[in-house]
């Protein structure tokens, strides 16, 4: 009798922190995003582009790593609106074409420095759980530093309060800027109430404002989202 009172116990304990388990499981699928905000931390790869722009001078942009980071809120368990600053540096070979001759062309290799911010709203299909899909609209800026100098280099020395007279080299360079706009398509799984992945391919288009047409961008972007 004792040995069946200790099993049937030990079953009975067994089976409580299975369902105690089964439902903390389903309470952290089921978890509500609505009125939760996300920090987001992650890499992009973009692909190469290449544009025409005016005076028959051109440029092809290769394809590179960066990093991005910003954040949402979620209005609802479906949707979302958010922002986030993105880095890269890729390579690129220009041809650049003279303004008082066009017979004159030079042919250059150097990097770019491009900041952009995009705002996005995001829909997310499925009911909440751990894996979801979504789509993005997108809306922003990119600033681009062509690190094409426009001025003879200058040097300003000045005297540091620790480090005693210290003299700085810099040399203005040739920036452009546009408006940005785009969508996104990809998938998220939430590990826990308070991390989760997303994984998107996604499609930019930048309006330079010399650019014979506007230069698109694919690629595909990875973040880590921390919910608060």
């Known amino acids: ?3 069946r009172r200790t099993f049937r116990t030990v079953l009975r304990v067994a089976t409580a922190i299975t369902a105690l388990a ?3 499981a389903a309470m952290a699928q089921a978890a509500s995003h609505a009125g939760t905000w996300e920090s987001k931390l992650g890499l992009m790869y973009n692909g190469s582009w290449d544009s025409g722009f005016d005076g028959g001078s051109s440029a092809r942009v290769d394809s590179e ?3 991005n980071f910003g954040v949402s809120y979620f209005t609802s368990d479906h949707l979302s609106f958010g922002g986030a600053f993105e880095y890269d540096s890729p390579s690129y070979r220009a041809t650049l074409v003279s303004s008082t001759d ?3 062309v030079y042919n250059i290799r150097g990097s770019l420095e491009n900041i952009r911010f995009l705002a996005d709203g995001t829909y997310y299909l499925l009911d909440q759980g751990p894996f979801n899909v979504f789509g993005s609209a997108l809306l922003g800026w990119t600033w681009t530093d062509t690190n094409i100098a426009t001025s003879p280099p200058q040097t300003g020395c000045w005297w540091d309060p620790w480090w005693g007279p210290i003299c700085t ?3 203005n360079t040739r920036t452009i800027s546009g408006f940005s706009y785009g969508f996104a398509l990809g998938g998220r799984y939430d590990f826990s109430r308070t991390f989760a992945m997303e994984a998107a391919y996604r499609l ?3 309006d330079y404002g010399r650019a014979t047409g506007t230069p698109s961008q694919d690629g595909f972007k ?3 989202n921390w919910k608060f």
Do not use: C, I
């Open 1 to 3: 009798m004792t040995l």
């Open 22 to 24: 089964a439902g903390s």
């Open 65 to 67: 790593l960066g990093l």
């Open 102 to 104: 066009q017979s004159q």
């Open 169 to 171: 080299t810099w040399q």
């Open 204 to 206: 930019v288009w930048t």
């Open 222 to 224: 990875l973040t880590f």
